[in-house]
């Protein structure tokens, strides 16, 4: 770390500065500018307790301190300079193949899920999304089906030979839920739930990992180094909005998330515009750029009838809106060098 | 609620939309402008599953759809026009006596959180805090003593009788934490984890729900509605910052929450200063804008020695620099008409 | 517009409401529901002077006003359902072809400025961009060559055949400025200076609107509607980052705009990636994601040596880069249908 | 600055970037850690111009670059460690007395504006505020009375003895303003509109600068350098809420600048509760806690009938309300040791 003393500060200040730097397991490296010192603390920040304290407990000699040290190792390219891939059912996110899942924010019943399920493989889809249990602002909107969704969700799976993924949010569920899915998706919500994110790291099954509404990129990389230091290498990263001062859309989709996660990180990143947006009539041209600038998947809230959907209605696109989308898709993938 | 229809659409289309509105429980109320008509749809909000919908279905017909009703109700002054107060131990928050909390970010070891309770009991706070389960944005940082700490924490309440706040971060240690907590501290990276806001209400302790780092008001009074609505009446809204552009803070800490809260809701509202600037330097004057502009109480991290805390050092106080801080805010509780 | 009154208020409140209303010049509508009275107040928005001042006059009667028209006219699809394009130098903006801008931040020296010209001319580029008036957020950085600066892009495009666009930034300087290029930009600190889009408007001159840090969708509009109102069709709007929370990038590119633009306005809509993100790493995938979605040109910065640039070094990308990058575009440009 | 280089990279990288460094002018410090190597570049930064630069010129070498120096130095502390005050008229904002500035959003009429003065004044306040030229979102608003409202404002000064601030919008009316007004107001949308910055500045007169809706305090301080390094050392930093997320109220009054600015800048910090808020309701709250955290002076919306507004009614309070807010902040005044 560095740390810049304070200009005109005395030699005992800057003794007693170095002192702590020591105790704390740093070896300093002083460099005296014009205006001020500067000091060098060589070590390893990530061992240390409490790296940012040095400012509180001299006021009067130190202005500020800065970490030098990247915080994550094991989601790092650094640590692991190829891609990784996550094989779902023989189907590979982060490979050569673009990979799409959709499906319904809610599973809500037989006849809606399976509708669904099956427009959206002759579409070209691999995974079927659908919420069981739903995280809901308001404690008197419907909470999802609970076991019955993942039940259908199963019913699904079996006659479409799609994959799976569904939200886990309780670690009370999280044997069930892993029972029933191939891919656990954590929420925005409970991006930073670290013990719902060690659970589910523990499952040894894929986590869908989405980014909070106000995470920067090193939380979630952070967030990330949950599930790999839980012995669990099967993490993708989902970019689904963040939270900003605009109120058009329901969030900002954050596309840029995609070359910095594939410049930092190895695991997959998947795009879901339907959060990002929070709007029907922007989901395609979301799909484009994401394709374009080297998303490995998509995640598309898809229902055979937004305007009666039971959560999310208007940023659900129908399905014939979902086959037209893959359509037009494809040109974009080519060019992405994507199959 | 309120849909505005597009510019010139037909007969057709209008009769489509009054159709969904009637289909959905609403009566619909139709306005024509000299542009646009807007129809008033009448009825319950609440039970309405896809409210948001319209726009998706009807995508050539409708323009935009505005809520009207609110959202919340149990934690409303429509629900419950006189102030709640909380008694914890003999002192009530949310009464006449401006109440403060305050103990290190962590609990340590038995010195220093002794020390701590002491110091700070001496100067006038009722209530320790101490985290023993600590959410940390790195699994490679010290995340709690857990049970060790908590059994500090009942040691230092029997000692010197202050009432114990502790976090709870996971749906499985509820039973342990309610047993040696007087309030459950629920934090701002689970402020919308709704399963362990349903626990915690559960166990009928006081419950203490800090604001989200990007949490909008509205949802943070419906967070609050879900221990409310969990048979619940205990409720603390505490504001720790919010995330912002501005760097020069760690979060920026919205006092206006103050008389917001006070305008909408009826539970006690504390504030948080350690964390929502992240700078031991501005908690002085933050305490002061708190209590002139009506907090019940006060959350403040105090440390023996913050240089060398096992987190967040630069945040907490001394313990001669919180005594002098009590002594600075008599004035202002004065003035504000507080004991 | 919408005025939902408190529940349970009285007649004699209710009347005065709608008294006020009648005032105001509206024609107003009663909704009366179980729980609470809306109010639909039918009439022209745009000329009332005081929409939103209700609530406080009515302290007990008012709970919330909501505008229902939307409040600009000359910039919308309503006004003007085709697309506007914008003939610069005999390259249309707006149109079939993709354009690209291309150049230094800022006008450094005649070699500097000319090579990049005819580098950027090789590669595909159609205008020329260059910084001779700019704005910096210190007093003692760089402040651009003035004139001189101006006379040398005058000079690259006697040479090149390209377009310009350079920045204005004062009033004083709106006819030098507008004497030397072909498209007057207008920067993101100046987005909402009002006085400056009047002047850049008059000129005549096409002028491109950055979109301020912090500035809402409909901000922009009304402030392009500054430049429509003022006689003068020529505009384009340009999308440079947003400011949000996030650190790892110096702006957050909202590409969420391309879309919006092109639904809500007739006016070609441009991405500047090098502001957006602020890392020459980004740009490749920046750009590519906005031809995805359909932006109709780029603003892209580029300079001969990044390393020695006298402003904003660490996002400008060099000659080959650059000229890679058109390459790597094509197949894009191809899928989105353009030339 | 700080460079920090990647891990791994070879002997010849790491010349090139020392190279570098001193070819602009800086002394390198070399620290070998066991990850990774820093460079400390001790010399003045304020006068390099592309410090950013590095990671763009050596993309497998620099992993990032800090500065370290503060940009900002006639504004700072370290400058002037004592407190500067502003004498208006005899009143000194920044002294031991308490300041408060009051009056309409616009000046609407010669009625309205006396009736209000003597309103203010009688009230206790010192200064009157009114807009003469207004920016206004949309171009179909009421742009201010422009000459006439600026000697409507003469006069009410020459009645009361009240004096007089209003805002500048343009370059163009630079004259005009500063010879009605003792204190030049430069709005929230024009603080990093530099012409006019310096422009305010060569008048001499006191510019009162709000902090930019998006603008971190560096930038505000070096905003408000451009007035001290144009010879004009009567600054008044002047918060009035930023842009966030939160949708309840207009903007987030950020009352933790009170003491950032007494801690970095010797200028006094003048708060605005009325677009801070956005909302009557809550002026009186904002009030008390400005004042208890130190702040030098208060700048308030007041209108004879806020309902009947031409711009901002619902931020505006009554005379009576202001008689009320005086009285009430008494207290408050004392206990902050002002009069």
Known sequence: MIIVLKPNIGK??????????????????????????????IGDELKNPSLESLPANFPNAVESVMPVQKRYKLVSREAHPANSSINVRGNLIGGKKFQVMAGPCSVESEMQLLTTARAVKAAGATILRGGAFKPRTSPYEFQGLGLKGLKLLDKARRET????????????????????????????????????????ARTGKPVLLKRGLSMRIEEWLLAGEYVLSNDNPNLLFCERGIRTFETYTRNTLDLSTIPIIKKEAHSPIVIDPSQGAGRADLVMAMCKGAVAMGADALLIEVHPNPAEAWSDGAQQVSLPL???LMEDLKPFIAAAGRD
């Open 12 to 41: 005992k200040e800057e003794a007693a500065v170095i002192k702590e730097i020591k105790k704390l397991g740093y070896k300093p490296h002083i460099m005296r500018g014009v205006a001020r010192t500067v000091i060098g603390a």
């Open 161 to 200: 030979g799609l994959g799976i993924i569904t939200e886990l949010l309780s670690e009370a569920h999280v044997d069930t839920v892993a029972e029933y899915t191939d891919i656990i998706q954590i929420g925005a919500r409970n991006s930073q739930n670290f013990q719902l994110l060690i659970a589910a």
């Open 322 to 324: 979902f086959a037209k």
